[in-house]
């Protein structure tokens, strides 16, 4: 028997005084004061070697008979500074962080990672528009971190990292240590905190690769409309001629699902910028919902979960490696996050015409069962679909839509009464209603005006039964109890404005619902 040892894996510490140093090492150490004699630092390194690495040295990371790499399992603040203080929306969203307190959780990061026998960099892009995207540093002790972000970043051509220069935006990632909660306004031991004026965002405490990505989305809601470009919160595909669709919703509406349609290129699942020239992808990769997954109903998703994918929060048999997608024991929020080219009609580069078609899409937030406690749907509003990462007021991006095009309001989730007596609008019904706008004929249709909210509907659609068409000829209840419930809905849209109603525009105000 041969003793041998995995390629490039570290004995011990390496790195000496006497090491000739790369630049990316210089530039950490000058900018970070990363200690390079104490840590390895691995740059952009490939998909396998940061399997190697994840499965080496990360507790329970395994592998999924279909190759994806496994794991088991309100703290974000915003610096409150003088270059970006005024643009800011202050409140339950955006929470004030001092810059004192940004500099200790920072020195706190940067003394942990320094503390760690290796560290990992990966260089890539946000917004794949060259005239508007973002150059993104990640530096992690984890390389399932950093694998997450080598499938939701833009992905560098060798030539691109070879002149990357200096990033516009770092991430230090030192989740695996906590903030300290005797800080000056830590609630937790748990901290994000995003700094523009450094171009940085600190990770204290939580493992959840997730905050990395929703992080640079907070960035370019930042910078984006500053630029004149509108973010948004949407996924978004393209026809053969051309035709792009953009689809809003909140998590678990189906963004995702319907915009993966094997008859149109998709651009993207989740994050998008509307500018001069069109729309644009910012991620590039994809974060889908894996809960009751199949090839059957989803074959696109279903297949991109392969070698250099992630799953997350999955239940898998120990032997054989397969997962079941059906098993909610962990939780339902079970994700996967791939590179954009493991679909097979991905359009890249991920950019496309001005959108033809906007489509609002409407779905009760938690279901029966799912949430301890919870019996009924529960209404959750999403200030523009995405209220979490939003910087600056709602209205700001509201108006800069508002501009640009009307919009067609699909529901998704329950048809003729509540989830106790009722069931979820089939999704060969929505696709129908999909084909039908993206043909054009349904913009041919006759309308009828929905009172209260002044909603135009549809009398026919080919595919769908008519009767689903309209709320009031699908309740299958009395119409006392209909009247009763279209009611209460419009009386939460109306409490729920009042948040955003001191800086909303007068047409904003005029689309309220009439009660």
């Known amino acids: ?165 200096t990033p516009d935006f770092t991430i230090f990632n030192a989740g695996e240590f906590p903030a300290n909660r005797y800080t000056t306004g830590m609630t937790s031991t748990t901290s994000v905190s995003v700094n523009f004026k450094r171009s940085e965002m600190i990770i204290l405490g939580t493992e959840y690769a997730g905050e990395m990505k929703k992080g640079i989305f907070t960035v370019m809601h930042y910078l984006m409309p500053k630029a004149d470009v509108l973010s948004l919160y949407s996924s978004a595909n393209e026809g053969s001629d051309g035709d792009v669709s953009l689809f809003f919703g909140i998590s678990g509406t189906g963004k995702t699902t319907l915009s993966a349609d094997p008859k149109r290129m998709l651009i993207g699942d989740d ?73 097979p009609n991905a359009k890249i580069p991920c950019m496309g015409s001005h959108p033809k078609n906007i489509i609002l899409l409407t779905c009760d937030a938690f279901v029966s069962g799912t949430e301890d406690g919870i019996v009924e749907p529960q209404a959750t509003f999403s200030a523009c679909f995405g209220a979490p990462f939003l910087v600056l007021h709602p209205q700001r991006y509201a108006s800069m839509l508002a501009e640009r095009s009307d919009a067609w309001l699909i529901n998704t989730g329950w048809v003729g009464g509540s989830a106790a007596t009722a069931k979820r609008c089939p999704l060969k019904y929505t696709r129908a209603i999909l084909d039908s706008i993206h043909s054009g004929e349904l913009a041919k249709s006759t309308f009828e005006n929905f009172e209260t909210f002044n909603l135009q509907i549809p009398t026919d659609v080919a595919g769908v039964p008519s009767e689903m068409l309209h709320p009031r000829k699908a309740w299958q209840g009395t119409s006392t109890e209909f009247e009763t419930s279209l009611n209460n809905v419009a009386q939460m849209f109306v409490s729920n404005f009042e948040t955003y109603k001191s800086e909303a525009a007068p047409e904003t105000l005029a689309a309220a619902p009439e009660i």
Request: some cysteine; overall charge negative; glycine content about 6%.
């Open 1 to 165: 028997m041969v003793e041998f040892s995995r390629p490039s894996s570290p004995f011990g510490r390496p790195g000496s005084s006497n090491s000739v140093h790369t630049k990316v090492e210089e530039e950490l150490h000058e900018a970070a004061g990363i200690d390079y004699d104490k840590v390895t630092i691995k740059r952009n390194p490939s998909v396998a070697v940061l399997y190697e690495e994840a499965l080496t040295y990360e507790q329970g990371t395994v592998i999924s008979s279909a190759g994806a790499l496994c794991r088991s399992p309100k703290d974000k603040r915003i610096v409150e500074e003088e270059t970006s203080s005024d643009d800011i929306w202050w409140g339950p969203v955006n929470t004030k962080m001092s810059e004192q307190v940004f500099l200790i959780n920072r020195e706190r990061a940067i003394d942990y990672l320094n503390t760690r026998p290796r560290l990992y960099v990966f260089d890539g892009y946000a917004g794949w528009d060259p005239k508007y995207r973002i150059k993104v540093r990640v530096v992690a002790s984890r390389a399932y971190h950093l694998l997450f972000m080598h499938n939701m970043l833009i992905r560098p051509t060798e030539d691109e990292l070879e002149n990357f220069g």
């Open 271 to 343: 994050e998008h910028c509307w500018s001069d020239n069109g729309i644009f992808n910012i991620e590039g990769g994809c974060y889908a919902k894996c809960i009751d997954l199949s090839g059957e109903k989803e074959p696109d998703i279903f297949n991109a979960i392969r070698f250099g994918s992630i799953l997350e929060n999955v239940v898998l048999d120990e032997e054989s490696r397969v997962v079941d997608y059906s098993d909610d024991f962990l939780t339902e929020n079970t994700r996967c996050a791939y590179p954009i080219y493991h679909i």
